[in-house]
């Protein structure tokens, strides 16, 4: 079946626009999660869903960055005002079911975000 | 603070070699760990997971152990191919609650470039 979808797979943006990235995960994965990742390093932890809640945002770097998830499948991160340390791959996440002993994680491919 | 380290940017071995990769890490408690590989602009794909309570995990070339007091995973890939070459993450998941469920809460390294020669 289709893995997680991203899309755009490339932005550039000017300094101060407001961007969108989507993420539509692996059907019936209950669990999303949003990563962004620098240069030589691993991926951040940014927000965890569970269905349509971010039960966890504490990764977020500031009031400028906000997601959505209203029908607990599509998420979409939202970057306001955006400034040009924002430029970094952001990357989606899925995951069968939460509460499980263990998740693997399923990636996709990222939106490249380049802030000008 | 919390820190996790892969020891290598990178690795390059011969090819039938076998190739060892190291994550320590400091003050975390993690339940279970993670190695992931990474092709370049892709995302990330799961390879395996060991448990704390687990000394060693295998998966065909594949072999992760886990020792909680040195606080240190070693992931080798035996009789390594040029297609093993990949950036290699290690993800500590440290359980956390919300909402009334656990959930894995996937901290990464900053990854092991490993380039295997013909």
């Known amino acids: 079946g289709a893995g997680v979808s991203q899309t755009p797979s490339n932005k550039v943006t000017e300094k101060g626009k407001y961007v969108e990235l989507r993420c539509d995960p692996i059907s019936g994965h209950t669990a999303l999660y949003w990563y962004r990742q620098s240069l030589g390093q691993g991926p951040e932890f940014l927000i965890y869903f569970q269905g349509t809640g971010a039960a966890d945002d504490s990764g977020l770097p500031n009031d400028r960055f906000f997601a959505v998830r209203p029908e607990g499948s599509v998420s979409t991160l939202k970057i306001q005002r955006t400034e040009r340390g924002d430029s970094a791959v952001y990357l989606c996440?899925?995951?069968?079911?939460?509460?499980?002993?263990?998740?693997?994680?399923?990636f996709g491919p990222g939106t490249r975000l380049t802030v000008l | 603070s919390q820190k996790i380290e892969q020891n290598s940017e990178a690795l390059n071995i011969q090819e039938g070699k076998t190739a060892t990769l190291t994550c320590n890490y400091t003050?975390?408690?993690?339940?279970?760990l993670q190695w992931y590989r990474q092709d370049p602009g892709r995302g990330p794909v799961f390879l395996l997971l060991?448990?704390?309570?687990?000394k060693e995990k295998r998966k065909e070339r594949l072999k992760v152990t886990f020792d909680t007091t040195l606080k240190q995973s070693l992931f080798h890939i035996t009789a390594s191919q040029p297609a093993d070459s990949a950036t290699y993450l290690c993800?500590?998941?440290?359980?956390?609650?919300?909402?009334?469920?656990?959930?894995?809460?996937?901290?990464f390294g900053q990854g092991t470039i490993l380039t295997v020669h013909p």
């Open positions: 993800a500590l998941d440290s359980r956390s609650n919300a909402g009334g469920t656990s959930y894995g809460k996937l901290t």
């Open positions: 003050n975390y408690s993690p339940a279970y």
């Open positions: 060991i448990r704390e309570n687990e």
């Open positions: 996440a899925s995951s069968p079911l939460a509460g499980v002993s263990y998740n693997e994680q399923f």
